[in-house]
């Protein structure tokens, strides 16, 4: 797996894709990816910032999506060139994915778009990282078929990420059995909080457990996941989207040094 501008992976430690949910502003997305940075140069842990330009699901039409695509990525692509980071976004459709490949190192394919075999080959012809996220409503072994699709365009660096199995209308579960099967087609990211989502709220908020993030993370750690996918926020409770289910900044780090102990644990 070639990541661009990757650091410590001689360390032999997990990935940790993370940032803000959406791109709010410039000012927070710094301050996000400047803290970040400091905590996994220190514990050696290779780190790709991630916010999305855009979020184009959404449960009701009145919830902030973006400051507007090119704004957006372009926040993004000098959050790549001032810190000198890799950098992951979503996208959503087909023709996004040469629009985004332009501004950020690794592209991401949202869960409930994972099936899309038009994204996924546009995503693939662009020669970027993909990182595929599961479907809430697919089991680990029908993702090989979305990990064939992207090969099909001659691009092997592929990530599939486990982010929890719809239960019921309002719950998820994680099923840690589904990170070595999904194993066997790529490397798999432990999405640590959108898999603590309760989606479909009655109020149209999409709710969460931020509490139960360090129980996933030590489990997908423990398990021998790849790498880890979390979206942090210095002040979760005014984040403009998902904020129900983000690790507040000010703890990432104490988790992080847990995380490591436990890796070199398993890994001895």
Do not use: W
Request: hydrophobic content about 40%; some cysteine; charged content about 20%.
């Amino acid at each position: 797996m070639h990541i661009p501008k990757l650091k410590h992976t001689q360390s032999n430690n997990f990935i940790l894709l993370a940032g803000p949910c959406v791109v709010e502003s410039e000012d927070l997305c710094f301050e996000v990816a400047e803290k970040v940075k400091a905590i996994t140069d220190r514990l050696q842990i290779p780190y790709v910032f991630k916010a999305s330009y855009r979020k184009a699901n959404r449960s009701r039409s009145d919830s902030f999506s973006g400051l507007g695509d090119e704004m957006g990525l372009e926040i993004l692509a000098k959050i790549g060139q001032q810190l000198d980071l890799p950098v992951v976004t979503d996208i959503h459709s087909a023709p996004e994915a040469a629009m985004a490949a332009a501004y950020v190192d690794m592209l991401q394919i949202p869960a409930f778009l994972c099936r899309q075999t038009d994204l996924l080959q546009a995503a693939g012809a662009t020669g970027k990282v993909v990182n595929i996220k599961k479907g809430q409503f697919l089991s680990p072994e029908s993702m090989q078929f979305a990990v064939q699709k992207v090969k099909e365009m001659g691009n092997e660096n592929i990530l599939l990420t486990e982010r929890g199995t719809t239960f019921g209308y309002q719950d998820l579960v994680v099923d840690y059995r589904g990170l070595p099967t999904m194993q066997q087609y790529a490397p798999v990211i432990m999405d640590c909080t959108h898999s603590l989502q309760q989606p479909n709220q009655i109020a149209g908020v999409t709710g969460g457990r931020p509490d139960m993030i360090a129980t996933i993370a030590k489990a997908a750690i423990a398990v021998g996941a790849d790498g880890l996918f979390i979206e942090t926020h210095p002040n979760p409770g005014v984040a403009k989207s998902d904020g129900a289910n983000m690790l507040q900044l000010d703890q990432l780090e104490s988790m992080l040094e847990q995380l490591v102990k436990i890796r070199k644990a398993i890994q001895s």
